[in-house]
């Protein structure tokens, strides 16, 4: 029996996965936004913890994985997107918002996990296509994904008995999508227009998808990037 950590299981892919890996006999450790707990089962604790408070990260996360001396998989899924907007629009704080939650945070939970003497077997990063694609009104969530991404790097490099991987899932109906579908102009943007054509995976369907992948990039250089989409 496997023991998981999951980001952001409030709603979608989060969810989904910590669902997936009750499903499969995991212990999942979740945290989330949310003042109560998102999925009710005996082996699913959970952690109510704003990322964007970075300075409670540390004590927060170390007091809730106390008792754990060994996790098989991490998988750094929260983050947020930021408004879609050009780049000559978009404030350096707004960067930096976005930033603090899909980058900072991480490197938080990384060095807490890294300090604690935990046994920590796989890392997995949710990265996005958007961290290599650069399209218009995505700044500040493509320059944090991509950042992920060399953070996830460097830390594999540091990490060596650990497996890291970034991993982009495809597009998935959660609420960041369903906003830029729903509420983005295509006409200026016109990527808001490719993912209204789809496909757009369910997040059950994605969960099953990333699980596969999870072991599959077990066979891959740590520090790498990949696409679920080009692994099947």
């Known amino acids: 029996m496997a023991t998981t950590l999951i980001t952001g299981t409030g709603s979608g892919i989060g969810r989904a996965l910590a669902k997936a890996c009750l499903q499969r006999g995991d212990t999942v450790f979740g945290v989330g936004r949310r003042e109560k707990s998102p999925i009710d089962h005996s082996d699913f604790h959970y952690l109510s913890l704003d990322l964007r408070r970075l300075e409670r990260i540390e004590k927060v996360l170390g007091t809730f994985l106390e008792a754990v001396s060994t996790l098989d998989l991490v998988v750094l899924n929260a983050g947020i ?20 939650v899909n980058v ?41 994904k991509a950042s992920l991404n060399m953070l996830l790097k460097l830390y594999s490099r540091e990490l060596p008995e650990t497996h ?13 999508v369903r906003h830029i ?17 789809g496909p757009i995976q369910r997040p059950e369907e994605a969960a099953k998808r990333l699980l596969d992948a999870f072991e599959k990039v077990k066979n891959v250089e740590s520090g790498s990037f990949l696409d679920v989409r080009s692994m099947e």
């Open 164 to 176: 890291v991987t970034a991993l982009a899932p495809g597009v998935v109906d959660t609420p960041m």
């Open 181 to 197: 579908t729903e509420e983005v102009d295509a006409e200026r943007f016109p990527s808001a227009a490719r993912l209204k054509k």
């Open 81 to 100: 997107l930021g408004e879609i907007k050009e780049m000559t629009e978009t404030s350096l704080y707004e960067i930096e918002e976005v930033m603090q």
């Open 104 to 144: 900072w945070a991480n490197k938080i939970i990384l060095d807490t996990l890294a300090g604690s003497q935990k046994t920590v077997r796989q890392i997995v990063g949710i990265s996005s296509g958007a961290a290599v694609n650069g399209s218009k009104g995505w700044g500040p969530y493509s320059l944090s």
